[in-house]
């Protein structure tokens, strides 16, 4: 199972210790990044966050936001007052350093400290970031189902034109035995026109030499191949989309390949029909993580 690297996830936790709510946002990207933004009562998460982030994701850009809303009954603050000493004792330090011309000191600055207001219930710091912590698993639980569904889709449409070039491939194999001997005639035709005799060994090594001019069966045989990993990679799941990245870059060179060495219009037309497949492929494969 594929996974995309678009996708939106929110998840809300309310409890004694308040209200918690994740929303986390994905998009395609070359590796992963992160970016956060946590509210300063829990700024001490991040290293959490990013390492559950590493864990549970390997490519794509991803917003990490958290919202916390403290409970109704803190509204009567209860103090930390060895924090609060430490920070106070700290800024004054600070303020000596600076001289006189620095402001006073802010008490509602003081208070959003993390650690100087104790929650409501008495609990302490780690117990309030483990409560966030259990909210942002489910948060990426459900990033992760959201990117699965979409990876999903985009294996089908991935699947319907991978089978759209192994067809153009085989018919236009098919093709090359009518347009090698189509090409033999031509070059008779030429040939008696000028009323010129040519030798028999002559002309078939014109014709051998026009043969593998415009021989395409290599190509086709690893177009093959090629389609061939791309539905083991998809079957396979997993972080792929490298994988199916570069297999598409040779499937472009293959199939820049036939049309340069096309003689019949027909082939021609087929390798651009190819070129449109591959890149639509291409398109949706930026997206898989």
Partial sequence: MISSMTAFARSSRSGPLGEFTWELRSVNHRYLELSLRLPDTLRGLESRVRDLANRELSRGKVDIGLRYVPPVEAASLELNEPALQAVISAAMR???????????????????????????DG????????????????????????????????????????????????????????????????????IAALGVPVEPARLEQELVLAA?????????DRIGIHVKEIRSSLHKGGAVGRRLDFLMQELGREANTVGSKAIDMEITQAAVGLKVLIEQMREQIQNIE
């Avoid at 001019?213 to 086709?220: N, Q, S, T």
């Fill in 94 to 120: 600070v303020r000596d350093h600076l001289g006189a011309h620095t402001e006073s000191l802010n008490p509602l600055d003081l208070l959003r400290w993390p650690g100087v207001v104790k929650s409501a």
């Fill in 123 to 190: 609990a302490d710091q780690e117990t309030l970031e483990n409560e966030a912590m259990h909210a942002l698993q489910a948060a990426f639980g459900e990033l992760k189902a959201t990117r699965r569904r979409e990876g999903d889709r985009l294996a089908e449409l991935i699947e319907e034109r991978a089978a759209g070039v192994l067809e153009l491939a085989t018919k236009i194999g098919e093709r090359i035995p009518a347009i090698r001997e189509a090409w033999r005639d031509k070059l008779r035709e030429r």
């Fill in 212 to 220: 593998q001019k415009g021989d395409i069966a290599e190509e086709l």
